[in-house]
């Protein structure tokens, strides 16, 4: 079936970029979300990008997008210490009504 | 305030003991969907719903049931929980699946 699959654990230095990775296995995959998830609470929306672009920017996150090898990245320029959080990499296919979340990634940011 | 609520938050039940997680949104959001929460696991999709009376089996369904007779609630049942159902599960709701997903709180339930 379906899969998608983050790195555990990332840590990084305030004020560097960091960079959280995801890949899928889905090739019909339409639309591919980034959640954030901070501690004791529920998920929040990102940012999303569709299958048919490369690249999204939005303020200090990047999201890139390579369809060839079913790669997606979000980077996060300047981290800052509110940044820790768990990120999820999620996928979608349009016409199915089915999520695939990926196992998420804990960022640690060290001030 | 546009929200989805999930109660209880917490429970620590007994085996075999029929329960119920009640979720509710207010945004008149068609698209709902349950989901368990484990650590190493990621988020799991157990059950959706595309409308009123219409759910569908996610990839962990078993041991689950759902009902949506109301556009703006969706529970989750679990007729005889077990051990392996011990997990954080999350609530979401959105106009469609290519739009944003809102997420409650969590309910954090412990089947002894």
């Known amino acids: 079936g379906e899969d998608v699959e983050q790195s555990l654990f990332l840590s990084v230095r305030e004020g560097d970029s960091s960079v959280i990775n995801c890949t899928y296995t889905?090739?019909?995959?339409?639309?591919l979300y980034w959640y954030k998830q901070e501690p004791g609470a529920g998920l929040q929306l990102l940012t999303y990008i569709f299958s048919n672009m490369d690249m999204k920017q939005d303020q200090r996150l990047t999201v890139l997008l390579n369809k060839k090898d079913k790669h997606l990245s979000l980077r996060i320029a300047d981290t800052q210490t509110g940044d820790s959080a768990i990120y999820f990499c999620?996928?979608?296919?349009?016409?199915?009504?089915?999520?695939?979340f990926g196992t998420g990634t804990r960022l640690k940011v060290l001030a | 305030e546009a929200q989805v609520t999930q109660n209880p938050r917490y429970l620590i039940t007994v085996t075999g003991k029929k329960l119920t997680v009640t979720c509710s949104q207010n945004?008149?959001?068609?698209?709902m969907s349950w989901y368990r929460q484990d650590p190493g696991l990621g988020l799991r999709q157990i059950y959706y719903?595309?409308?009123?009376?219409?759910?569908d089996k996610g990839d962990v369904p078993e041991g689950y049931k759902v009902s949506r007779k109301e556009k703006r609630n969706f529970p989750l049942i679990l007729e005889s929980p077990s051990p392996n159902q011990t997990s954080l599960y999350f609530c979401?709701?959105?106009?469609?699946?290519?739009?944003?997903?809102?997420f409650g709180p969590g309910t954090r339930l412990t089947v002894l």
């Open positions: 719903s595309m409308n009123v009376e219409v759910t």
């Open positions: 889905d090739s019909s995959s339409t639309y």
């Open positions: 979401a709701s959105s106009l469609g699946t290519k739009n944003e997903q809102f």
């Open positions: 999620a996928e979608s296919t349009a016409g199915t009504y089915k999520y695939i």
């Open positions: 945004m008149n959001h068609e698209y």
